[in-house]
């Protein structure tokens, strides 16, 4: 009882020095100022001390995560080993990935790391945008480590990230981490937590606004858009997404205008717009339709005034390109 007593007298007494403005100065609190700030930029009443409390211990929540290392919205060890083992290519339209280079302890270190965090943590503390680009970064450096285990398979088969599947599950479907506590797969975070597309993931399915997402993920394959060689951010992630869509854009092996004759035009796009022409289809940033997203993207796909002309006025019919499975460890 004594105990009780002594931690209520502790908890009622910390709330007087924020509703007072006082306290020491907490360098990670967002309510933690020094004792010279002026009274009135502190609460007003109990109430309002209560969630400034409220709001600094869900912060310091996501400084830890369960392993006890520091969390960092930068995910510096994601840049740490992307910037060594991602080369980008052709103005950066392409990317190719040292997988023979690549620390099997660094790659499992890192994907350990951000596997680390609870459920909790990542889709009740993050915010939207580091949720994102958390999972953005998690499904990156899964599938490098997936290839990073299978590599001497895949080289001796087809050179493919579709080698260590079979008919009846494919590579991304295949369980080889654990994530909140549960088997899981590419697919999981892909189509389940950043997408929301399969059942069991209503909060993405209520999150997820952004078609952009398709560029950010990388297969491990040619034909996938190029991996950045840095971790996605909170603070970057919209220039990040769309820098990785204008790039995908404007490779013209993948996304190209063809002129059949003086009357039809023909827009050659990749099959990863066919895969997902709904994501851009029910206006998710503005976009109703895969023929108005090209409209509003014109000057990324055509490489003449004439040409994106042609884009902007929407007369030209929609085919697919082929798509490369090879794996990406060379351009």
Avoid at 27 to 43: E, I, K, M, Y
Avoid at 263 to 283: M, Q, R
Wanted: net charge positive; hydrophobic share 35%.
């Amino acid at each position: 009882m004594k105990n009780i007593i002594l931690a209520s007298c502790v908890f009622l007494f910390s709330l007087s020095l924020l509703a007072s403005g006082g306290g020491g100065g907490s360098s990670g609190g967002a309510s933690g100022g020094a004792s010279s700030r002026s009274q009135n930029t502190g609460p007003k009443s109990v109430q309002e001390a209560r969630d400034m409390l409220r709001q600094r211990m869900k912060q310091e929540s996501i400084d830890k995560n369960s392993s006890g290392t520091t969390f960092s919205s930068q995910f510096p060890e994601v840049s740490n080993l992307l910037s060594k083992s991602v080369v980008m290519k052709q103005s950066n339209q392409k990317s190719f990935i040292n997988y023979s280079q690549i620390k099997v302890s660094e790659v499992n270190k890192v994907s350990a790391h951000l596997l680390s965090f609870s459920k909790d943590q990542v889709m009740n503390v993050m915010n939207k945008k580091q949720r994102l680009a958390y999972f953005i970064n998690l499904y990156n450096v899964m599938t490098i480590k997936f290839i990073k285990d299978n590599y001497k398979l895949i080289k001796k088969e087809n050179n493919s990230i579709k080698d260590v599947g079979s008919i009846f599950k494919s590579s991304w479907d295949r369980k080889f981490f654990t994530l909140f506590g549960q088997q899981a797969t590419l697919n999981n975070i892909e189509h389940g937590f950043i997408r929301g597309d399969v059942s069991g993931y209503n909060q993405s399915k209520k999150e997820y606004d952004d078609p952009r997402i398709h560029f950010a993920v990388n297969c491990a394959s040619k034909g996938c858009p190029a991996l950045l060689n840095e971790s996605f951010t909170e603070a970057k992630l919209e220039d990040q997404l769309q820098r990785s869509m204008i790039n995908f854009l404007k490779d013209r092996s993948r996304n190209k205008l063809r002129h059949i004759s003086d009357s039809k035009k023909e827009l050659v796009l990749s099959p990863i717009f066919k895969w997902y022409k709904k994501d851009f289809s029910k206006g998710l940033k503005g976009y109703d339709s895969l023929k108005d997203f090209a409209q509003k993207n014109a000057k990324y796909l055509g490489d003449s005034a004439t040409d994106i002309k042609i884009i902007k006025s929407g007369k030209f019919s929609i085919d697919y390109s082929d798509y490369d499975w090879t794996l990406n460890d060379e351009i």
